[in-house]
C-alpha cells in the first residue's frame, strides 16, 4: 500500500532537496556588491525620488480580493462543468449556493462603493454636496423637489 506513494515521496524529497541546494549556491556563489540602486524597491525603471504621498485605498485591495474571488469561483466551475451530468440535482445545489455567496460579497462590496474611487467618486460626492441629494448613478439624481436649486440653470426645475 505505501509502495504505491513512494515516487510522489521520492519527488516531494527531490523538489526540497533541489530548492535547497539553489538557495545554498546562490548564497555562496553569487556576487555581493549592494549599492543604493539596488537596495531600492523597483518601480518600472525609475529610481524613486522621495516617498509616495499616499497609501492605496482599502476600496483597491477590496477589487483585488473580489477579482481573486471570481477567479476561484471559475476555477470551482470547470470540475463542475465536465461532471454536472454525473452529480446531478446535488451538484446543481451545491453550484448554485456557492453561486449565490459569491454574488452576495459582489453586491456587498459594489453596496459598500468598493468600485467607486478615483476621480468619478470625486464628481459624485461634489454633485450630492452640491444638490443635497444622493446619486444613484453616473451623473444621475434621484427625483424629487427635496434638494433642487430654483437659481441654477442646469438643475431640472429650470428646465
Known sequence: MLGQYL???ALFV???LFAALSFVASRLLAPRRPHDR????YECGIIP?????ERFPVRFYLVAMIFIVFDIEIV???PWAVAHRGIGLFGLLAVLIFSI???ESFVYLIGNGALEWGPIA?????VSRRFGSEVVGPGVRQVGLEGRDAGNPTSESAT
Not at 38 to 41: I, N, S, Y
Not at 49 to 53: I, L, Y
Open 7 to 9: 515516487p510522489v515521496v
Open 38 to 41: 539596488k537596495l531600492a524597491p
Open 49 to 53: 525620488s522621495r516617498e509616495t504621498p
Open 76 to 78: 470551482f466551475f470547470y
Open 101 to 103: 455567496a459569491v454574488f
Open 122 to 126: 470625486e464628481v459624485r460626492q461634489a
Open 14 to 16: 527531490l523538489a526540497a
